[in-house]
């Protein structure tokens, strides 16, 4: 359609940016290395890393993949951590060695860690040592040719990498026992000190990323993202904001994990381009300590999803903090609420302004203008490079404040999905454009509004959440006969998983589903609700109707 939203950019932002400026993501961290050497990068247990050190450490940590470990470019490195230090190390030292990084959720259970780690073909993996006792329930189904085991505190140096990783083993007993063997963090980088790193060319055709997303249905599949489509979304995103940042001067609050494709496209690469600092916080849901460390740097940035503001603007010690520093609050991965906005307002000074993207699309693809002073309840404007389209059924494109399904085409949409042609074909067509499978509006000015979800997935806090994995695993308990997994509207989370059961054992109880879902799902897959039935509603072919059971 027409790009009626144009009229609404700021005035200081280009309405197309040149996406081919650089050959390889590893090219930004060089750039920003030359603009902010001894400025710092990023933070993390009270330590910090300027920019020289960050990309020292990088440069190590790739000589050791390359040449200690033997990976070549296109093997695929798979990282298994919370937010640490020790992820831009090693996200940095693979993209220098044009190894494909392939994120992992360390909350996974070890039938989902084996499905990703299969699926995606992974060479090594950097794993925290909390997580190794379930990387070992599948180490032996899975073809991985390396581990490398990081502790905490494995950042730090000297007595306090000893003092952090004694507490998290010894006293916080935080490291289920495991006997997986493996490279220490710390030997790897000393082995990489050592070495030469190879130069090698990368270009924007390779594959950067495997990002894993349920897509539209079903199974988790490997969205395939290539330099090109992160130098893109990276550059459309730097278009968008550079024009309200201070460059070298931005401190973000990184709380949202790096594995997630939001927080890795903006807090990561975007504040990184410019030369920001990043403040990693490994623990978000401990809302007191995550106050303590905000009130030790004035932040002046800071991303979340709903329920991340939600939770601090009921705390008290958030009230407390100074917010002088604060000029910018965006919100993504989930709806934001307007009572939630307002709140977070009302305390800091500064509105929630939202976004919206998709693993697919590397992820931005609409931005609130970042001199707006209130909530809008849309979810922006589409960004430079982008354009959009509101179909109905039959593929019709339809007129203002009409709602259909929202279509994106741009330099940031997926190459595919990996190995999966015939899924890729499902959201993809012939010239480009992706389904996103959520319906929407647009109006006179070019905001987009999300009105509904054509496809049934649950969101919790963010996280997709696809009923077949739920129900599949759900009916591999003997009691049950039929079972139907739904979204139930929550105050807190956005949604939360309720599932509708039809016993087949008359003494199955919630607790023993849910007890069930646990062993199988990660937590925040794990049903909330749980309501038994008779019989399901179903269609004349005997499908499952979940849009009656939501009503």
Not at 24 to 53: M, Q
Not at 304 to 323: E, I, P, Q, R, W
Not at 432 to 456: C, F, N, P, Q, S
Request: net charge negative; aromatic share 8%; proline share 4%.
């Amino acid at each position: 359609m027409e790009p009626i939203w144009f009229k609404n950019y700021p005035e200081a932002v280009a309405q197309n940016v040149d996406c081919t400026q650089y050959n390889n993501l590893a090219e930004i961290l060089a750039e920003s290395v030359e603009k902010y050497g001894d400025r710092p990068a990023v933070s993390n247990l009270g330590i910090t890393l300027t920019y020289k050190e960050l990309d020292q450490k990088a440069t190590d940590f790739a000589a050791f993949l390359q040449q200690d470990l033997g990976l070549e470019k296109g093997d695929k490195l798979a990282l298994m951590m919370p937010n640490l230090l020790q992820y831009p190390i090693a996200l940095y030292g693979a993209l220098k060695a044009g190894i494909a990084i392939v994120n992992v959720n360390p909350l996974y259970t070890p039938r989902e860690l084996k499905h990703q780690l299969n699926d995606s073909g992974a060479d090594a993996i950097v794993i925290l040592e909390n997580f190794a006792s379930t990387l070992e329930e599948v180490l032996n189904d899975v073809s991985l040719k390396q581990v490398v085991l990081t502790n905490v505190g494995d950042a730090c140096s000297g007595i306090k990498r000893f003092i952090v990783n004694f507490v998290v083993r010894r006293v916080k007993k935080m490291v289920p026992k495991h006997s997986v063997k493996g490279i220490s963090f710390v030997e790897a980088l000393n082995r990489g000190n050592a070495l030469n790193l190879e130069a090698i060319s990368v270009n924007q055709s390779d594959v950067a990323f495997l990002q894993y997303t349920g897509g539209t249905t079903g199974v988790s599949k490997g969205a395939v993202l290539s330099h090109r489509n992160m130098i893109a979304n990276l550059m459309q995103t730097d278009a968008w904001m550079r024009p309200f940042l201070a460059l070298g001067k931005e401190t973000i609050i990184t709380a949202l994990p790096l594995y997630h494709i939001f927080s890795l496209t903006v807090n990561c690469l975007l504040f990184t381009k410019a030369g920001g600092h990043s403040v990693l916080i490994t623990n978000p849901r401990d809302m007191k300590d995550f106050c303590k460390t905000l009130n030790k740097y004035p932040f002046t940035a800071i991303t979340g999803v709903n329920t991340l503001f939600n939770g601090l603007c009921n705390t008290a010690d958030f009230k407390s903090l100074d917010f002088n520093h604060l000029n910018l609050a965006i919100g993504g991965g989930m709806a934001v609420q307007k009572s939630v906005s307002d709140a977070w307002q009302k305390i800091t000074g500064v509105p929630i302004l939202e976004g919206y993207g998709l693993t697919e699309t590397s992820p931005v693809v609409s931005m609130n203008p970042l001199d707006a002073t209130s909530y809008s309840g849309t979810i922006g404007l589409p960004v430079p490079n982008t354009d959009i389209e509101i179909r109905d059924d039959d593929n019709n494109v339809l007129g203002l404040n009409e709602a259909g399904e929202l279509w994106v085409k741009g330099p940031q949409v997926m190459e595919g999905y990996l190995n999966r042609p015939e899924e890729t074909a499902k959201v993809i067509d012939a010239n480009g454009w992706l389904a996103t499978g959520d319906m929407a509006t647009i109006d006179e000015g070019g905001y987009l509004r999300i009105v509904d979800r054509k496809k049934d997935m649950i969101l919790v806090s963010g996280f997709n959440v696809y009923p077949n994995e739920i129900e599949d695993v759900v009916a591999l308990h003997s009691g049950v006969l039929e079972v139907a997994a739904i979204g139930e509207p929550d105050d807190v989370k956005g949604e939360v998983v309720k599932i509708c059961v039809v016993k087949k054992d008359a003494n199955l109880t919630d607790k023993d589903l849910i007890e069930h879902c646990r062993e199988h799902l990660t937590g925040y897959k794990i049903p909330k609700v749980v309501e038994f039935y008779d019989e399901l509603p179903k269609s004349n072919v005997g499908k499952i109707l979940r849009k009656e059971l939501r009503k």
